[in-house]
Every structure is written in structure tokens, then in C-alpha cells.
């Protein structure tokens, strides 16, 4: 909430919607058939999504054995990562920080991610590229 113009909305089962400009950055998703317990096989109830930049970026997190980030074949192409809110505590605060940054810059205006990475000591001054 800290990040500027954060509107949040309720999924279908009450689940939080974290959105800039009309475009989410970070959900709680529904439990799903794609994302599951391999031991039980249950749904899990607590997965988080979150936006990335990039494919590479997306590789990068998910490919980190000591990261809890992954991704299911249901997000083939698309530019977020998944974790279990279980696994959360896993990140440090400024992980998790950076993480949600990240997501916010891939779905905010070129306008409005100029404008707040402009207003922060010591970042970069431009928005990064975000394919259409």
C-alpha cells in the first residue's frame, strides 16, 4: 500500500486484488487444479501472485533453488511468479520489497513509474522497458 495509486479489490471468494491503473500486480489467486501438494495432491489455498518485468526475470526467480517463487504450465508466457503464502516468510523484507516494486512498475503508467522512481534517493530515473 505504500506504493502510490494501489487500488484493492475483492476476488470472487473475497481473495485481495492489488491493482495500479486498472491492472493488477498482486493477487491472492483461488485454489487451482494446475497448482497442487505433489504428496497429497490437494489444491493449494494460498498461492500469491505476483508480476515480473520479464521472462528473465521470471526465470531468474523461479530457477533460484533458494527462492520459493515458481510457476505452473497455466503461466507459460505469462510474465509472473507464483508462492505459496506459507513459503512467504522464506523472502526478507526487502525482498519481498523489491518483488512487489517489480510488479508494480510492470503494471503502472510509464508516467506514474517515472514519476515515483524520480522521487527515490539513488534509483534509476526511467521507467524499465515493459513489453506491450
Do not use: C
Not at 498482486?26 to 498461492?47: C, K, N, S
Not at 507464483?82 to 510509464?110: H, N, Y
Not at 517515472?114 to 534509483?123: E, R, T, Y
Amino acid at each position: 500500500m505504500r506504493m502510490p495509486h494501489v487500488t484493492i479489490w475483492n476476488g470472487s471468494l473475497g481473495n485481495p486484488i492489488y491493482q495500479v491503473g486498472g491492472k493488477s500486480f498482486v493477487f491472492f489467486r483461488t485454489p487451482r487444479p494446475d497448482a497442487v501438494d505433489p504428496v497429497t495432491g490437494e489444491r493449494y489455498p494460498d498461492v500469491i501472485v505476483f508480476w515480473v518485468p520479464s521472462e528473465s526475470d521470471k526465470q531468474a526467480l523461479i530457477q533460484d533453488q533458494a527462492s520459493p517463487f515458481f510457476t505452473t504450465s497455466h503461466f507459460d508466457g505469462h510474465p509472473s511468479v507464483l508462492v505459496r503464502g506459507s513459503q512467504i516468510g522464506e523472502l526478507t523484507v526487502p525482498e519481498l520489497g523489491e518483488v512487489i516494486q517489480d510488479a508494480w512498475l510492470s503494471q503502472a503508467s510509464s508516467a506514474r513509474a517515472a514519476a515515483w522512481l524520480s522521487a527515490q534517493p539513488g534509483s534509476q530515473t526511467t521507467a524499465p522497458e515493459v513489453p506491450s
